[in-house]
């Protein structure tokens, strides 16, 4: 028997690092991870970029700025 996840009903916010880890520069991917996100989510996917490489996400101006974002949007009941 084979599972299937059902799909989740909702809006997504998807923090995405701009900066490539080892050079320093702005990642370039062949297709952006929010848009893969799409797929399996019943609802929006916004995108908020964040100027860091992935593994300094939670560094502490980083992680103020994800902290705003996500206070925004739980007290505002609406996008940033």
């Not at 996840?5 to 702005?26: I, K, N, Y």
Request: aromatic content about 12%; glycine content about 4%; overall charge negative.
């Amino acid at each position: 028997m084979e599972f299937t996840s059902p799909v989740p009903r909702g809006d997504l916010v998807f923090f995405c690092a701009l900066l490539d880890q080892a050079t320093r520069e702005r990642r370039k991917g062949e297709v952006e991870l929010d848009v893969m996100w799409r797929k399996f989510i019943d609802g929006t996917v916004k995108r908020i970029e964040i100027e860091c490489a992935h593994n300094e996400m939670m560094w502490s101006e980083n992680a103020a700025e994800i902290g705003r974002y996500v206070n925004k949007y739980l007290s505002e009941e609406k996008w940033p």
